[in-house]
């Protein structure tokens, strides 16, 4: 079961901004870096932002992360059809001894 | 460029042992831990557990633990994933990840999955 909760669907009109939650607790992103992923239809997962808010190179600067405590956020800003996807939420828990991911979120472009 | 290659798609019956394989290519294998993730039909991603391919040090996901293995072989740079009893509910996409990312949180290493193979349909059905 995941232990990090992510809101099940997000939507916006192309060039708007949406943005996506990820709550957790002290022992995840409380206390570790957290790591988001995009996930496109029928394709492996990719790693969008890292480290809160670092992005690898290749991933636009239309993605943005920040963290807050025990909760963190995935920015998208612009948002293009391209981006229609699910995107994941990660970061490794001190109590559980392993990673956990979000539930994860289905960005919608209407 | 880093790349994880994964083997082909699997049909098998219940009961059946099965091992699928994760191989590397672009860098040194030995260096980053490998992790597999679960998807099962529909669902989000589940971490199975990790595997440090210098000594096959393991890390197994509560879940996980007792019902898969991970092993490696130094010599091909591939790491494996087995069941020797599947069952139906083992019906999944499995990815390995390389844990290659780094980071410093308060003087501590932290590592994340950065790289990820394209993934592994395994159908267990009778």
Redesign the interface.
Same mark, same amino acid.
């Given at each position: 079961q995941s232990v990090l909760t992510q809101p099940p669907s997000a939507s916006g009109t192309p060039g708007q901004r949406v943005t996506i939650s990820c709550s957790g607790s002290s022992s995840n992103i409380g206390s570790n870096p957290v790591t988001w992923y995009q996930q496109l239809p029928g394709t492996a997962p990719k790693l969008l932002v890292s480290t809160d808010n670092q992005r690898p190179s290749g991933v636009p600067d239309r993605f943005s992360g920040s963290k807050s405590g025990t909760s963190a956020s995935l920015a998208i800003s612009g948002l293009q059809s391209e981006d229609e996807a699910d995107y994941y939420c990660a970061a490794w828990d001190d109590s559980l001894n392993g990673r956990v991911f979000g539930t994860g979120t289905k960005v919608t472009v209407l | 460029e880093v790349q994880l290659v994964q083997s082909g798609a699997e049909v098998k019956k219940p009961g059946e042992s099965l091992r699928i394989s994760c191989k590397d290519s672009g860098y040194t294998f030995t260096t980053y831990w490998i992790?597999w993730?679960r998807q099962m039909p529909g669902q989000?991603?589940?971490?199975m557990?990790?595997i440090d391919p210098t000594d096959s040090d393991t890390?197994y996901?509560?879940s996980f633990q007792g019902h898969v293995t991970f092993s490696v072989d130094k010599s091909t740079n591939t790491a494996y994933l087995q069941w020797s009893n599947l069952k139906a509910s083992d019906t999944a996409m499995y $990815?390995c990840?390389r844990e290659g %990312?780094i980071?410093m949180?308060r003087g501590t290493i932290?590592y $994340?999955?950065?790289?990820? %193979?394209? %993934?592994t349909a395994v159908t267990v059905s009778s």
């Open positions: - | 992790s993730v989000g991603l589940e971490w557990g990790k890390n996901g509560p $990815y990840a %990312g980071t949180v932290k $994340y999955m950065d790289v990820w %193979g394209q %993934g």
